[in-house]
Each structure stands twice: as structure tokens, then as C-alpha cells.
């Protein structure tokens, strides 16, 4: 045999030398959950080894991450039950919750990366991202309320903004309230091909943003559609985005790639809760090696992710997986 593939397998020295796809700390954004109050620290029951955090604790989470080599952040806020309506005023109030949490964190900690989430669903009482009128989304009425949702965000100290609510035009909408209120260098990671999935189920039940009545199925994308990710992908790019999303992350590694193959703008993939839940559940049971995480992030980046929001961003770096 002239050709012997494993020659270049028989060493940890040559196996490094040849690798292909190589991961890294600033390939990871690490999503954080907060609430109201002081010293809070409650774990998400769903995902192991994931919080909730008060404001003072949340600050805490990330001067730890910045230490390790972490410096990019996805804050999501859990609203409490009262202060939620049917337009998500509490989205952009001043004062909120959300709003004091990406100010603290910029103030604290400017060279951090701070990417806020555009949806009105931690804030509707209907748990839609969008306007409820006689059971249907109303999607240019709520363009209106992202737009302020953003806005207010830009103000706090948001670097990246990132609409998740998959409503048409809301990409352009924004872009234009940002640039007209002089946020030109605010960037915008546009959930580009977010799937109407069930791997969503433990981050509902972190923020308590679950639908009253229905589902998403009118705005998320079908799991059955690859080809439809190229029509959103090119009005993001159109509209002015910065970067593509596909979310969830692992059952789409084709439309990572499909993104990646088409679009020059970078990647980003979410490996979401229930991805999160159901390794961590396989390990704490022994029925997965602990190796599974690292194989899983290399899959985001083998498929052309640049970008990859992940809640295994802290554990990775704390156990020295990445070097």
C-alpha cells in the first residue's frame, strides 16, 4: 500500500500537526440567565451545572469567564409574571431589569462583548414573540415594539444585538432605528434560520417564556426546509446584518453549512438547552464520556460556525480543554 492513512495518526505530535478545524475561546459566546434580587444563584433544574443570577452575581459569572479567556455574553432576563403585558413594555422600560444588567456589566467590564436578545417573548404575557390579536402574530405592528427593544438596549451598552423573534423585515427595521439614533457601530446577529423545534424546552423553563396558547409554527421555520434558510439569509444580508444564526444548533449542522457555503457574512450556531440537557443528562448517567462536549463544539466549527453560543463555554475553559 502507497497510501496509508493512519501514518499520519500515530502520534498526539502529528495528529496536532494536521488537524483541520481548531477551537477556541473567542469562538465562544456563553449564554447568561438573570433575575431580580441580591446574591441570587439558583440553578436551572433542566441544565445542570446552569444559573439564574441576580445582577451583583451576574457580574461576579463574568469576571470569572473574563479570567478564563471568555469575553463574549448572551444575557436573557427572567420577568417576573407581573410586570409582563401583551406589548412587552417591560422590554424597553427604563430601569428594567434587563436594561440595569447590560449597563452594570459595561461599566464593570467594557472590554466584555455584550449581546442582548430581541423577542418579545420574556416580556408578553401571551409568551409569543410577537403581538397576539385574535390568535394571530401581527408582524409589522411588532416591528415597532423590537425597534424600541433595541434601541433601549443600544443605549444600556449592547455591542451586538440579536433579533430571535423571526418576524419579516425586522432586521432592516432595526437597523434603521439604530443608524437614525446614531448606534451605527452597534453590530446586529440576526437569528437567521430559527427552527420551530423541541430543543427549546429547558430555556423556557429558565425564563418562564413558554407560548399561553399555541406555538410558534407561523414564524419559526419548519425542520423539514433547508432551502427556505437561503431566502431568510439573503434578506438579513440585504437588510444589513453582521452576522447569520442558525438555531438549534446540532440537528442543523447541514444549514450551518448551507449559510457558510453562500453568505460571506460569519456564522453563528446556538447549541441550545435541550442539546445542553440531554448530553449533560447521557454524562451524569455514564452513558456518554465527558468528550462529547469538545466533539460537539468541533461539529459547529467543522460546519463553518465562527460563532458558536454554547452554555459549555465556562466548563471547556475551566477543565483546559482548549489550548
Request: glycine share 6%; hydrophobic share 40%.
Amino acid at each position: 500500500m502507497l497510501q496509508r492513512p493512519r501514518r499520519n495518526r500515530k502520534s498526539a505530535v502529528i495528529r496536532d500537526m494536521i488537524q483541520e478545524t481548531h477551537l477556541l475561546p473567542s469562538n465562544l459566546i456563553f449564554p447568561l440567565f438573570i433575575v431580580e434580587g441580591e446574591n441570587q444563584k439558583t440553578e436551572v433544574s433542566s441544565m445542570p451545572g446552569i444559573y439564574r443570577h441576580s445582577v451583583d452575581n451576574l457580574l461576579r459569572e463574568i469576571e470569572s469567564c473574563l479570567k478564563l479567556g471568555l469575553n463574549a455574553f448572551d444575557i436573557f432576563p427572567a420577568v417576573e409574571e407581573s410586570l409582563k403585558d401583551k406589548f412587552a413594555t417591560e422590554s424597553y422600560r427604563e430601569g428594567t431589569l434587563y436594561l440595569r444588567a447590560i449597563a452594570a456589566v459595561k461599566k464593570y467590564f467594557p472590554e466584555a462583548c455584550i449581546l442582548t436578545d430581541v423577542a418579545m417573548d420574556p416580556y408578553s404575557s401571551d409568551g409569543h414573540d410577537g403581538i397576539v390579536e385574535n390568535g394571530e402574530i401581527l408582524n409589522d405592528e411588532t416591528l415597532v415594539v423590537l425597534g424600541k427593544m433595541a434601541l433601549a438596549h443600544a443605549q444600556a451598552g449592547a455591542d451586538i444585538i440579536a433579533p430571535s423573534d423571526m418576524m419579516d423585515g425586522r432586521i432592516g427595521y432595526i437597523r434603521n432605528v439604530l443608524d437614525e439614533n446614531g448606534f451605527t457601530h452597534v453590530s446586529l446577529m440576526s437569528y437567521t434560520a430559527k427552527y420551530a423545534s423541541s430543543f427549546y424546552g429547558p430555556f423556557r423553563d429558565a425564563l418562564g417564556s413558554a407560548p399561553k396558547k399555541g406555538d410558534k409554527k407561523t414564524y419559526q421555520m419548519n425542520p423539514a426546509n433547508a432551502r427556505e434558510a437561503l431566502i431568510e439569509a439573503q434578506l438579513d444580508v440585504e437588510e444589513g446584518a453582521d452576522f447569520l444564526m442558525v438555531k438549534p444548533g446540532l440537528p442543523y449542522l447541514d444549514i450551518i453549512k448551507l449559510l457558510h457555503d453562500n453568505f460571506d457574512l460569519p456564522i453563528a450556531a446556538y447549541n441550545v438547552s435541550g442539546e445542553y440537557a440531554m448530553i449533560k443528562a447521557a454524562i451524569q448517567n455514564g452513558w456518554l464520556q465527558e468528550s462529547a462536549i469538545l466533539e460537539t463544539l468541533l461539529s459547529f466549527r467543522r460546519a463553518g460556525a465562527t460563532s458558536i453560543l454554547t452554555y459549555h463555554a465556562k466548563e471547556v475553559l475551566e477543565k483546559g480543554w482548549l489550548r
